[in-house]
């Protein structure tokens, strides 16, 4: 069964505190690992696509790395407006031949980020 | 440019009751997802489609109807509404670009649509 756990729960750092975020994964036959943002009361906004071990992606503050069981979110010199659920989720190879891929998310780490 | 719009956003209902959450998205997509959001729990998959006219059972199906008349509309239906349904509802859609395994595949979320079975 496809796993993805992500750690720690919840965060709090100081404004300018650099941290990672974890998410481990067991999946056979990986096909994307995405990470996710979540505002309280928002859907999930898309962040990154990672597809092979040893890609990594940036955006801003964040910098996203893949190994072939875990991924983690860099935080560098977070501001409070980064404060946020960020939620990890594998896309791997879905039920039939129709070429769907099934899609399994992590709970989250929320993040909190004190100016 | 709308993307994922859903509909109502905020619900309660009485154990028993039924309602059907619209999830409508502009971007063209073929596949379209409902899932549910529950503290601690994650996301889980309820029912999703890889085409209009086609759906097909995800995670955490029972209680739970959908229908995909439209390409662009998903409908999601309680028949028979209880405590244990209340959630928050989020409807995504995604395309079937190629150019890798999952290229061009990140899912697109609507805002979510909060429902409460007293």
């Known amino acids: 069964e496809d796993q993805v756990t992500q750690s720690p729960e919840a965060l709090r750092l100081q404004e300018g505190e650099s941290s990672s975020l974890n998410c481990s994964y067991t999946?056979?036959?990986?096909?994307?690992l995405f990470w996710y943002r979540q505002d309280p009361g928002k859907g999930p906004e898309f962040l990154f696509t990672l597809y092979s071990a040893g890609e990594e992606k940036e955006k801003e503050r964040l910098k996203a790395t893949l190994t072939k069981k875990e991924s983690f979110l860099h935080i560098t010199a977070p501001k409070p407006e980064d404060s946020a659920t960020y939620l990890c989720a594998v896309r791997v190879h879905g039920p039939g031949s129709g070429g769907y891929q099934k899609v399994t998310f992590g709970t989250g780490t929320k993040l909190q980020v004190i100016p | 440019n709308a993307g994922v719009t859903q509909t109502p956003k905020f619900r309660v209902l009485k154990t028993g009751q039924s309602m059907t959450l619209l999830c409508a998205q502009d971007m063209n997509h073929e596949y379209m997802y409902w899932y549910r959001q529950d503290p601690g729990m994650g996301l889980r998959l309820i029912h999703y489609?890889?085409?209009?006219?086609?759906?097909a059972k995800g995670e955490v199906p029972d209680g739970y109807n959908v229908s995909r008349l439209k390409k662009q509309n998903f409908l999601l239906g309680l028949e028979s509404a209880a405590p244990s349904q209340t959630s928050v509802y989020f409807c995504a859609s995604s395309s079937t670009s190629s150019g890798g395994p999952a290229r061009g595949r990140e899912l697109f979320f609507g805002e979510g649509s909060r429902l409460t079975v007293l």
């Open positions: 489609s890889v085409g209009e006219g086609t759906t």
């Open positions: 999946v056979s036959g990986l096909r994307g």
